[in-house]
Every structure is written in structure tokens, then in C-alpha cells.
């Protein structure tokens, strides 16, 4: 059984994930903590374990080409270095890969998810992909030169830690700027932000580069977007 589309999860922005309390904060909730995807990557590893199963997609398989897209429209040359922010089972780098990108990594703060990803990788039989437990608001020093930068739910679960929700999401934007090269683009697809509270949250040395199309919903007779997809470019 190969990877499956999951949808994010439920609460505000449409889709997702729990209700705003204020502007630019969320009510705490298990999936800003890192024992909660350590959890969810046990299971997941057990399942591909015992039947093959590759697990979830994050905001689903559209997600992933809206990316690819964009990517090919853009021209992005298949050497160009990709990271991977938060890469769960790895199943972008995966088809990142099969397109013939050669220099793709990710990271994830769950051991589990990298050794998840590595199996997966290894069934694939695509050797060249790196990945490397990382905690991104901590980085290593070698974290740095990034041709682009993507991020599919992972700012969103960190701006849900019941621990200094606020502070981290400034951290995340600083760790972004030092692992992006200069021109270097970032490429975010979020169920819990809208694109002018991006625009805000990412204001210090980004510039806004694209909106990419998601699909809308109409409820009560006004319309809108379960997810918001956009390009960045560090100044």
C-alpha cells in the first residue's frame, strides 16, 4: 500500500487546525509538541514495517504538485538544493527525486520520521537523498546555502506549542533566513494562516513572490481558501 492523502487537521482557515485565540495565536494544542509526532511516526514506521504502508501526505497529493508546478514552471534546475522542513515520511523528497532533483534533503525533530523516511527511501531505491534529524529551531551550522526552503504544515505545528508558541515562530523565521541563500525562495503551504498573516509573519527579510491556487470553499454564501499556499524570496 503506498502513502495516502491526509487532509490537515480541523479548525480554523477553513480545514484546520484549532481556533485563534487572538491575532497571531493559537490555543495550544499536542500537535505543536514533539511527543506527539513521535508517536505518530511510531505507528506510521510499524505500519511500514508490517505491511508497506508508506503513510500520510500532508495536505495531499495535490500539494505536493502545486509545488512541483511551480518548481517546473519557475525553471528550478534539477541540481538547485531543497530542504525539506519537517519532512515526516519523506515522500516529497521521494518525488522530488524521481523528477531528477539531486540534491534534496530533509529534516525532521522526530527520529522516527527520519527512520520512517529512510525506509521508505530505501524501498524506493533512491539512494542520494539526505536526511538528518534536526530540530529547526536549533539548527546545526551546516544548515545553511539552500537554493529553497519548504515548509507543508510544520510552521503551522509550531505555531500551536503550548510553550512559547510566539517566540518560536520568530526563531523559525531567523533559522529560515540562515538556511536560505541569498535569493533563495520558500515555499509554504499552510492550513492555519491566512496570506496576509504570512505577509506579516515572514515581513523581515522576505518578500512575497507568488500565491499559488488552492481550492476554495463556499460556506454561508461567502467564499474562501481551506489552504494557503505562497512563495517567498529572502531579500
Known amino acids: 500500500m503506498g502513502a495516502h492523502s ?9 480545514t484546520g487546525l484549532p481556533e485563534t485565540m487572538e491575532s497571531g495565536s493559537f490555543a495550544p494544542s499536542a500537535l505543536g509538541t514533539r511527543e506527539h509526532w513521535d508517536a505518530v511516526y511510531e505507528r ?43 519532512t ?18 530533509g529534516i525532521d525533530y522526530s527520529p522516527l520520521a527520519i527512520q520512517l523516511s529512510e525506509r521508505i527511501i530505501e524501498k524506493e531505491g533512491l539512494p542520494n537523498i539526505k536526511l538528518q534529524v534536526e530540530d529547526f529551531l536549533n539548527p546545526s551550522t551546516k544548515l545553511s546555502g539552500f537554493h529553497i ?4 504544515g510544520t510552521f503551522d505545528a509550531i505555531s500551536l506549542n503550548p510553550d512559547s508558541a510566539s517566540e518560536k515562530r520568530r526563531q523559525y523565521v531567523k533559522s529560515l533566513s540562515r538556511a536560505l541563500q541569498d535569493k533563495g525562495f520558500f515555499l509554504i503551504t499552510s492550513c492555519n ?33 481551506s489552504v494557503t499556499a505562497l512563495v517567498f524570496q529572502k531579500k
Open 44 to 86: 506510521e514506521l510499524q505500519a511500514f514495517q508490517e505491511c508497506g504502508d508508506s503513510g500520510e501526505i500532508w495536505f495531499g497529493e495535490e500539494s505536493m504538485n502545486r509545488l512541483i508546478k511551480w518548481m517546473e514552471k519557475f525553471k528550478i534546475p534539477l541540481d538547485a538544493s531543497v530542504l525539506d522542513i519537517g
Open 193 to 225: 494562516w491566512t496570506k496576509d498573516e504570512l505577509l506579516d509573519e515572514f515581513s523581515e527579510g522576505f518578500e512575497i513572490l507568488e500565491e499559488l491556487p488552492t481550492p476554495t470553499f463556499t460556506f454561508g454564501g461567502r467564499s474562501g481558501n
Open 149 to 152: 526552503c519548504i515548509d507543508k
Open 6 to 14: 491526509m487532509a490537515a487537521p480541523n479548525g480554523r482557515h477553513g
Open 88 to 105: 515526516g515520511n519523506g515522500i516529497f523528497l521521494v518525488e522530488l527525486a524521481k523528477l531528477g532533483y539531486s540534491d534534496v534533503t
